[in-house]
T-cell receptor, first 113, second 114 residues
Framework: DGGITQSPKYLFRKEGQNVTLSCEQN?????MYWYRQDPGQGLRLIYY???????QKGDIAEGYSVSREKKESFPLTVTSAQKNPTAFYLC????????????FGSGTRLTVV | DQQVKQNSPSLSVQEGRISILNCDYT??????FLWYKKYPAEGPTFLIS?????DKNEDGRFTVFLNKSAKHLSLHIVPSQPGDSAVYFC?????????????FGKGTLLTVNP
């Protein structure tokens, strides 16, 4: 079955450490996205990529970095520069235009202590 | 500036009754709208969508209504069931070109009481 996989589901890190969240899809989707969800804030776009080796900043990109070396993979690194990294992170993908909607992964809960 | 607004953070209804979730948008370029449902600690799942050329789209218990002049859409769930308890996100997009982005509202937590 095709889908989008995020790992791990729960992640704990010490303050000041960088951490990378994995996102893999086998849907042959062109576009991939990273969102962050905080209570009362809804879904906020961090980064998105429309094609391999290209990506754009979303609304809250500061303190994050991404890469898109393969169509299937779009890892997100939460750096020590991110002031409030504890959150629920969601990865999504879409065929081409967003009118087809997104397929979301099941999310990664990152807790920084 | 929030382009998609869900002004009710939460809604509580009795099982069997109608649930009405509302969404307003400010960008007149939006021409495609989607609703997503999200359970805690899971990713959102697609529920129903509507194009701006329509004013209503129905799928089983779920109906979405679009009022373009008011820049308002609503999701009706009839009858509501306890399993419908979740956060519902409204999302909007501009069709055409190379636009890949969906703009989401902040979500409404629906609680259906048995």
């Amino acid at each position: 079955d095709g889908g989008i996989t995020q790992s791990p589901k729960y992640l704990f890190r010490k303050e000041g450490q960088n951490v990378t969240l994995s996102c893999e899809q086998n849907l042959n989707h062109d576009a991939m996205y990273w969102y962050r969800q905080d209570p009362g804030q809804g879904l906020r776009l961090i980064y998105y990529s429309q094609i391999v080796n290209d990506f754009q900043k979303g609304d809250i990109a500061e303190g994050y970095s991404v890469s898109r070396e393969k169509k299937e993979s779009f890892p997100l690194t939460v750096t020590s520069a991110q002031k409030n990294p504890t959150a629920f992170y969601l990865c999504a993908s879409s065929i081409t235009q967003a009118t087809y909607g997104y397929t979301f992964g099941s999310g990664t809960r990152l807790t920084v202590v | 500036d929030q382009q998609v607004k869900q002004n009710s953070p939460s809604l509580s209804v009795q099982e069997g009754r109608i649930s009405i979730l509302n969404c307003d948008y400010t960008n007149s370029m939006f021409d495609y709208f989607l609703w997503y449902k999200k359970y805690p600690a899971e990713g959102p799942t697609f529920l129903i969508s509507i194009s701006s050329i329509k004013d209503k789209n129905e799928d089983g218990r779920f109906t979405v209504f679009l009022n373009k002049s008011a820049k308002h859409l609503s999701l009706h769930i009839v009858p509501s069931q306890p399993g419908d308890s979740a956060v519902y996100f409204c999302a909007a997009s501009v069709r055409g070109g190379s636009n890949y982005k969906l703009t989401f509202g902040k979500g409404t937590l629906l609680t259906v009481n048995p």
